[in-house]
């Protein structure tokens, strides 16, 4: 039996929708890839009464980010809301919580990446990041190789 690693998303875009629905429609194929079962335990969205592209199962939906930094299950965050402020502190703070990051934030990379990646070694953590996080790519990737 494999063990599980509980995610938590920020952001519901376009993107944050596809790796939503990757992780919750293709579990079995990313566990046999992984070895590992992904559970999308929340999402964080600015709207929550937002029409959307993909079904969510009810408790998954949250307006605060919070609500992932602070649970102790979650082991990864996928930050997926672009921008400088508020995707840093949220980054940071999920590190300093012990949590891994993946993000396909380019210009928060840019602009703050030497502090970022200081943090995630100060804290143990991993920060991952790819140029897209269509399909899930990243979280296999880094997974794989963590």
Same mark, same amino acid.
């Given at each position: 039996?494999?063990?599980?690693?509980?995610?938590?998303?920020?952001?519901?875009?376009?993107?944050?929708?596809?790796?939503?629905?990757?992780? +919750?429609?293709?579990? !079995? %194929? *990313?566990?046999?890839?992984? /070895?590992?079962?992904?559970?999308?335990?929340?999402?964080?969205? #600015? &709207? +929550?009464?937002?029409? !959307? %592209? *993909?079904?969510?199962?009810? /408790?998954?939906?949250?307006?605060?980010?919070?609500?992932?930094? #602070? &649970?102790?299950?979650?082991?990864?965050?996928?930050?997926?809301?672009? /921008?400088?402020?508020?995707?840093?502190?949220?980054?940071?703070?999920?590190?300093?919580?012990?949590?891994?990051?993946?993000?396909?934030?380019?210009?928060?990379?840019?602009?703050?990446?030497?502090?970022?990646?200081?943090?995630?070694?100060?804290?143990?953590?991993?920060?991952?990041?790819?140029?897209?996080?269509?399909?899930?790519?990243?979280?296999?990737?880094?997974?794989?190789?963590?």
């Amino acid at each position: 039996m494999s063990h599980h690693i509980q995610v938590g998303l920020i952001g519901l875009g376009t993107v944050g929708t596809g790796v939503a629905r990757v992780l +919750l429609e293709k579990a !079995r %194929a *990313l566990e046999a890839r992984v /070895g590992s079962r992904l559970v999308l335990r929340r999402i964080c969205d #600015r &709207d +929550l009464r937002r029409k !959307r %592209a *993909l079904r969510l199962p009810p /408790g998954l939906l949250t307006a605060n980010a919070k609500d992932i930094l #602070r &649970d102790p299950d979650i082991q990864i965050v996928i930050e997926l809301i672009g /921008g400088l402020e508020p995707a840093r502190t949220l980054i940071l703070e999920a590190m300093r919580r012990g949590k891994h990051v993946v993000t396909a934030n380019k210009a928060l990379l840019a602009q703050a990446g030497r502090e970022l990646f200081r943090a995630a070694e100060r804290a143990g953590v991993d920060l991952y990041f790819e140029a897209s996080v269509g399909g899930g790519i990243p979280i296999i990737k880094a997974l794989r190789e963590g």
